[in-house]
């Protein structure tokens, strides 16, 4: 088509800040000022939204179903190693760093067994007279929260997130008093790769509470960027990074203390999504998460409200904006389950396969099957052994022959299609 047949749209102009705010959305500043950090955009859109969520606390609240629901969110950025899941985290940490004088931001290191206690430390008075504990989490690394599948652990975790009372009858065992966290809240930002969350949780885990209060946000990408070694501005002297600092403060403010209420735009919006369920991931093992996407999309809703200003309201705009962040993590969370399947067995099969290949193309010959099953005997259980051979003989990535009376094994080479 020529040129000047073409129909330019004017780009839509940008907003000036609120009142009293510095950015015009803490989001857009926050990918803005992380853009160049070897970090998918998406690692680091749902850093700023969690960071976001953990300076509201339980200041700001919805009610639907006649209760009250506020905007924490449990966030794991899960990727193989070095897609840059922990540069996004940190740096949501440091701008929560912000808010150490008012809020309660855990230790680095924070194991399960001092989390409680932590949590029972970190005491808000708001106005002199609301009280509550809410703590702000960024777990670089899941496995020192979680080491292990603990069902007692994973309730109390579930628990928290209702912000339903917690109370341990035994934990202070010298005094004889219990400990009671009468409005608890947590919101949990952590790193893991793929591999961990399958060995962490059992495949009746994703049939559980926890896991479908937990917003899962996948990216397999490992992109490359400069290392800009000549660059000498620091964050503490841009610009922008004071704005956000200046913004999250402001956002996490006891001036934003009140129920948001919805706009009829708004509310019609989210009850026909909540009653078609538009775009519900179909997975198997997402099908509890399933249950609990209107809850997610409301808390996202008040948070994109609160991006962009100190607003009394939630409009159709937020609530769209919202939808365009929940979808967009849903679109990819099936694909853990496909990485997921690349650790495990998987990943064995293809190291056996490079382990016979290499056999075979050195010595000339196939492997002997006492061979084969001395290599599995240390890197899988004993149990699926048998199983993993038979598999990849059936997949045509191994042969089986008679060799010298015993049975032995040739790796077919995938790229010419036939055994060495």
Same mark, same amino acid.
């Given at each position: 088509?020529?040129?000047?047949? *073409?129909?330019?749209?004017?780009?839509?102009?940008?907003?000036?800040?609120?009142?009293?705010?510095?950015?015009?959305?803490?989001?857009?500043?926050?990918?803005?000022?992380?853009?160049?950090?070897?970090?998918?955009?998406?690692?680091?859109?749902?850093?700023?939204?969690?960071?976001?969520?953990?300076?509201?606390?339980?200041?700001?609240?919805?009610?639907?179903?006649?209760?009250?629901?506020?905007?924490?969110?449990?966030?794991?950025?899960?990727?193989?190693?070095?897609?840059?899941?922990?540069?996004?985290?940190?740096?949501?940490?440091?701008?929560?760093?912000?808010?150490?004088?008012?809020?309660?931001?855990?230790?680095?290191?924070?194991?399960?067994?001092?989390?409680?206690? *932590?949590?029972?430390?970190?005491?808000?008075?708001?106005?002199?007279?609301?009280?509550?504990?809410?703590?702000?989490?960024?777990?670089?690394?899941?496995?020192?929260?979680?080491?292990?599948?603990?069902?007692?652990?994973?309730?109390?975790?579930?628990? !928290?997130?209702?912000?339903?009372?917690?109370?341990?009858?035994?934990?202070? *065992?010298?005094?004889?008093?219990?400990?009671? !966290?009468?409005?608890?809240?947590?919101?949990?930002?952590?790193?893991?790769?793929?591999?961990?969350?399958?060995?962490?949780?059992?495949?009746?885990?994703?049939?559980?509470?926890?896991?479908?209060?937990? !917003?899962?946000?996948?990216?397999?990408?490992?992109?490359?960027?400069?290392?800009?070694?000549?660059?000498?501005?620091?964050?503490?002297?841009?610009?922008?990074?004071?704005?956000?600092?200046?913004?999250?403060?402001?956002?996490?403010?006891?001036?934003?203390?009140?129920?948001?209420?919805?706009?009829?735009?708004?509310?019609?919006?989210?009850?026909?999504?909540?009653?078609?369920?538009?775009?519900?991931?179909?997975?198997?093992?997402?099908?509890?998460?399933?249950?609990?996407?209107?809850?997610?999309?409301?808390?996202?809703?008040?948070?994109?409200?609160?991006?962009?200003?100190?607003?009394?309201?939630?409009?159709?705009?937020?609530?769209?904006?919202?939808?365009?962040?929940?979808?967009?993590?849903?679109?990819?969370?099936?694909?853990?389950?496909?990485?997921?399947?690349?650790?495990?067995?998987?990943?064995?099969?293809?190291?056996?396969?490079?382990?016979?290949?290499?056999?075979?193309?050195?010595?000339?010959?196939?492997?002997?099957?006492?061979?084969?099953?001395?290599?599995?005997?240390?890197?899988?259980?004993?149990?699926?052994?048998?199983?993993?051979?038979?598999?990849?003989?059936?997949?045509?990535?191994?042969?089986?022959?008679?060799?010298?009376?015993?049975?032995?094994?040739?790796?077919?080479?995938?790229?010419?299609?036939?055994?060495?």
């Amino acid at each position: 088509m020529p040129e000047d047949n *073409v129909v330019h749209l004017p780009t839509p102009p940008i907003p000036p800040p609120a009142p009293g705010r510095k950015l015009s959305s803490w989001v857009a500043g926050f990918l803005e000022l992380t853009d160049g950090i070897q970090s998918p955009e998406i690692f680091r859109k749902w850093a700023a939204i969690t960071a976001i969520a953990g300076a509201l606390e339980q200041k700001i609240w919805i009610r639907s179903q006649k209760e009250i629901l506020y905007p924490n969110l449990y966030t794991f950025l899960v990727g193989p190693s070095g897609s840059g899941k922990t540069r996004a985290l940190r740096a949501c940490n440091n701008l929560w760093q912000e808010l150490r004088e008012s809020h309660y931001v855990a230790p680095i290191k924070l194991s399960k067994s001092s989390l409680i206690d *932590v949590l029972a430390k970190a005491v808000r008075v708001i106005r002199g007279t609301e009280q509550f504990n809410s703590l702000l989490i960024a777990a670089g690394e899941l496995g020192v929260l979680l080491p292990g599948y603990d069902s007692d652990f994973m309730n109390a975790l579930t628990y !928290i997130y209702d912000r339903e009372k917690y109370d341990e009858q035994f934990r202070n *065992v010298h005094k004889g008093e219990p400990l009671v !966290i009468e409005k608890p809240q947590i919101n949990l930002l952590a790193c893991c790769t793929p591999s961990f969350l399958t060995e962490l949780m059992p495949a009746g885990a994703w049939e559980q509470g926890f896991l479908s209060r937990v !917003i899962i946000v996948y990216s397999g990408h490992t992109d490359i960027q400069p290392l800009d070694l000549l660059g000498d501005e620091t964050q503490k002297s841009n610009p922008l990074a004071a704005a956000l600092a200046h913004d999250i403060r402001k956002i996490g403010s006891e001036d934003n203390y009140r129920r948001l209420q919805f706009t009829r735009g708004a509310a019609d919006t989210i009850e026909h999504w909540h009653i078609n369920r538009h775009g519900a991931p179909d997975h198997p093992r997402l099908v509890n998460y399933g249950s609990r996407r209107t809850t997610h999309l409301l808390k996202l809703s008040m948070i994109a409200a609160l991006d962009h200003s100190d607003a009394e309201v939630i409009t159709a705009e937020d609530v769209s904006c919202a939808q365009n962040w929940l979808a967009e993590a849903e679109t990819y969370m099936p694909d853990i389950f496909k990485a997921m399947a690349s650790g495990g067995d998987a990943q064995i099969t293809m190291e056996l396969h490079h382990y016979i290949l290499e056999y075979n193309t050195r010595k000339g010959q196939p492997v002997p099957s006492q061979q084969v099953f001395s290599w599995l005997r240390v890197r899988a259980p004993s149990n699926s052994h048998m199983d993993i051979v038979n598999l990849m003989i059936r997949s045509g990535m191994i042969e089986a022959v008679t060799s010298g009376g015993v049975v032995a094994y040739f790796a077919r080479d995938h790229d010419k299609g036939d055994s060495l």
